[in-house]
């Protein structure tokens, strides 16, 4: 099949960008999105340009790094998938794409459709972890811990941190990432002691970011490549109250 | 090795700042201003039990006295919240997101953006607009005095005012329309709020979801079926 694309170049942070028009002849239904761009670049390597820099790690749907939002949409057409998952039968011979990097100021673009996460990672350094001394693993099943709260803390920590809910919100909030790392911590016995500065801090960090505010459209959970729920907002929320009212 | 403890801030700003704070202030705000036009709407209703009844229901609100003073106080604050936060909140997410898609679509599926959703600041505006309009009208529009009296005392002929109102195009049409963008307001309006308020879960948010559009639409026809019904009938003798 051949693909039509348009795709955003852009040489660095504080470059203008704008869209080049590329064909790649030959395309296989079997190939992955990003294995489209690998034949791409190639084609750009052969011609002496400069290849389209995107952001991959493991391919398999699990590292969060492969960041692209394809006709509108972050990680493409098909619900619950990575770029890196997404194939190209997924698309018609002749189709047009535009393809372009996640959009935040808080995620500002270093290199064509590469951005920097690093707001992310302050936001977790504001509390998204539980203090323990590492020692023995603790005996298995010395802490009880109900089934549904460990299930329902392993959807939440699914999250892989992509960063697909802010670019597709249309108020550039990263509430589904802030909740779902939240929730996934304050379901579990761990997360109990730090719970409530845990909150506020990285609540506190995501507006320190320049992420939106949430305006409730629930655009992130159809488009986060886990599936993850707008129910972690709605917790985050009755977390930050108790917090907020709490004397501590 | 343990979380660093910023410095608590005071209540206040962590309600009025923070962005879950904002949310809960507009959601309870909203919720609020919710209540106030579903009475409303039911209040307007005692008109097609007549003129008098109309009026006597008027009267009554009016004869609260320093009661209906306090409440109008509360619902302004309400109102000047909700809008400060609203159109904040609007003003916050152009700056979250300086450059824009040149394609944008949204997937579907679990996601809840829709018309509604994407136009609650243009409704919102629309809405405080027509408040300001609808209170020179009607609150501090032109003084009738009716012929009956209450408990000796001299009532307002609001009735009149509605069937000579109504009988303009511009103010049936104009009511109607506004009306029609409170319930797109409020279809994503409700179900919005209970979220803010974190009073939602997987299993209620589609229940919650429909009655809270299913609330919006019949507000808005209670409201609009008096003017219209004014306009074409010419109202009450
Ligand atoms: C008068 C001018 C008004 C303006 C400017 C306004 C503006 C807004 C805006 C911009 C939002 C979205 C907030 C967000 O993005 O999260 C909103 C939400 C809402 N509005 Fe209004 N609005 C107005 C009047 C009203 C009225 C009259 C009602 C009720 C009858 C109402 C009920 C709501 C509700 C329930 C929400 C959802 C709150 C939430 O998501 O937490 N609004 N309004
Ligand atoms: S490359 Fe790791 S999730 Fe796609």
Known sequence: ?248 | MSTQVREKQPLWRQLFTSQIGKKLLTGLTGLGLTLFVIVHMAGNLSYFAGNEAYNAYAHKLLSLGPLLYIAELGLLAFFVFHIVLGVNIYLGKRKAREQGYKRYKTAGGQSKQSLSSRSMIVTGVILGVFLVLHLVSFKFGAYYEAAESIDGKPVRDLARLLNEKFQSPLYAFGYSGVMVLLALHLRHGIWSAFQSLGATNPRLTPLIYTLGALVGLLIAVGFFILPLWIFFTGGNA
Not at chain 1, 22 to 45: A, G
Not at chain 1, 79 to 95: E, I, N, V, W
Not at chain 1, 191 to 207: A, F, I, L, S, T
Request: with cysteine; aromatic share 6%.
């Open chain 1, 1 to 248: 099949m051949t693909i039509y694309l348009n795709v955003w170049r852009q040489e660095g942070p504080d470059k203008p960008g704008r869209f080049e028009t590329y064909t790649v002849p030959d395309v296989s239904p079997d190939m992955s999105f990003l294995e489209m761009f690998d034949v791409l670049n190639e084609q750009l390597t052969l011609e002496g340009k400069e290849p389209v820099e995107f952001d991959h790690d493991c391919r398999e749907g699990i590292c969060g790094s492969c960041n692209m939002v394809i006709n509108g949409q972050a990680h493409g057409p098909n619900a619950r998938t990575a770029t890196c998952q997404l194939h190209m039968r997924s698309f018609k011979d002749g189709d047009t794409l535009f393809v372009e990097p996640w959009r935040a100021s808080a995620f500002p673009v270093i290199k064509d459709l590469v951005v920097d996460r690093d707001a992310f990672d302050r936001i977790m350094e504001a509390g998204g972890y539980v203090s323990v001394n590492t020692g023995n693993a603790p005996d298995a099943n010395s802490i009880p811990i109900d089934k549904v709260a460990a299930d329902s803390a392993m959807d939440y920590a699914a999250c892989i941190g992509c960063g697909a809910c802010v670019a597709a919100c249309p108020n550039a909030s990263a509430s589904l990432f802030v909740g779902a790392k939240l929730a996934h911590l304050s379901l579990l016995p761990q997360g109990q002691p730090e719970r409530n500065r845990r909150v506020v801090n990285m609540v506190h960090q995501m507006k320190e970011e320049g992420f939106g505010d949430c305006s409730n459209h629930a655009e992130c959970e159809a488009v986060c490549p886990k599936g993850i729920s707008i129910a972690g907002i709605a917790a985050m929320r009755r977390d930050y109250v108790k917090a907020m009212l709490a004397a501590d």
